[in-house]
């Protein structure tokens, strides 16, 4: 046997060892994808409450300390900060159980089986990421990046579901070019809406830091204009999309219907806490809403073709 016989060998033995476990793949996937939803959630509660510098350095908590120390003057924001970092500690861990179980799975794609990295290699970057915001004392780009990379990562969180529930052979159009271009605007107009959004937090009076209440020096009405004009478009396009699918597949059509839920229920949110001076708790559901709404467009335009 050659040297590198040997070593592709014991990765055979190995996912075949595997395989008597491969019926949770896809548990493990549904799992990564509401922990990568979650996780914003957590994030969101970490700048509502100004608890970002709960633990003033990283990776510990406090210099020699690795989890929050009570003390009669211990306030919430160390516990709801070091919260967040154990989810991605939980993150990790599934990331690691769904690298192993994708990746090893010999009866499926190369490509397919590559993705299976993507959570993993994620978190892992989230954490350094969320290490130097804490370093650079919340530095609004490094927040927004922070956000950003969490939203890219639901979106690949679902691709990763989707491609494991179809087959390996070249993706197939089951929509007309003009639905698919919609599809395509759809998911850029996504991410226009998602920036916009993070903007405007990071300029308003939930931007997560207690003594500089405005990180973003642009004005906060402007901005919440903008996204609201920008969800506006949106909502046109899917409704254009909706009517284009209107005698599409049954998958294509009950993605956009979804679709457009999720997008009503959002913007209600969106109204009510702009009408009710942003409570936090509405502030939080409306981030969440986010991440629904992108794995919600990344359904839709991955139904437009089949395997």
């Known amino acids: 046997m050659t040297a590198t016989a040997a070593p592709t060998s014991r990765f055979a033995a190995f996912a075949g060892w595997i395989d008597r476990f491969r019926h949770w793949t896809r548990a493990v ?18 700048r509502l409450t100004e608890s970002g510098l709960g633990c003033s350095t990283w990776p510990e908590c406090e210099p020699g300390q690795f989890t929050p120390q009570f003390h009669e003057a211990t306030t919430l924001h160390p516990y709801i900060e070091f919260g967040n970092r154990t989810l991605t500690g939980v993150l990790a861990l599934i990331g690691v159980l769904l690298a192993v179980a994708v990746c090893t799975d010999l009866k499926r794609s190369s490509s397919y089986r590559l993705l299976g990295l993507v959570p993993i290699l994620g978190v892992l970057a989230q954490a350094l990421i969320g290490g130097v915001v804490v370093l650079l004392h919340l530095h609004p780009g ?13 979106a690949a969180s ?43 937090t990071g300029a308003g ?16 009405a402007l901005l919440t204009k903008w996204h609201a004009a920008a969800v506006w478009v949106f909502l046109a396009a899917l409704v254009a999309y909706l009517v284009a699918v209107r005698g599409g597949p049954a998958p294509v059509r009950r993605a956009a219907v979804i679709l457009v839920a999720i997008t009503l229920a959002q913007g209600l949110i969106g109204y009510v806490q702009y009408f009710t001076d942003l409570p936090e708790l509405l502030v939080g559901l409306h981030m969440i809403g986010a991440a629904v709404l992108i794995a919600g467009t990344t359904r839709v335009w991955l139904t437009t073709r089949v395997r």
């Open 205 to 220: 009076p939930h931007s997560g830091d207690a003594e500089v209440g405005y990180r973003i020096a642009v004005d906060p």
């Open 29 to 46: 996937i549904v799992a990564n994808l509401v922990g990568q939803i979650g996780i914003i959630g957590t994030g969101g509660a970490v």
């Open 142 to 154: 490094w927040v927004s990046l922070h956000f950003g990379v969490s939203a890219a990562l639901v």
């Open 158 to 200: 679902l691709y990763v579901l989707h491609r494991h529930d179809e087959g390996d052979k070249a993706p197939v159009r089951v929509v007309g070019p003009r639905t698919r271009a919609l599809a395509w605007a759809l998911a850029a107009l996504t991410a226009v809406v998602v920036v916009l959004g993070v903007l405007t």
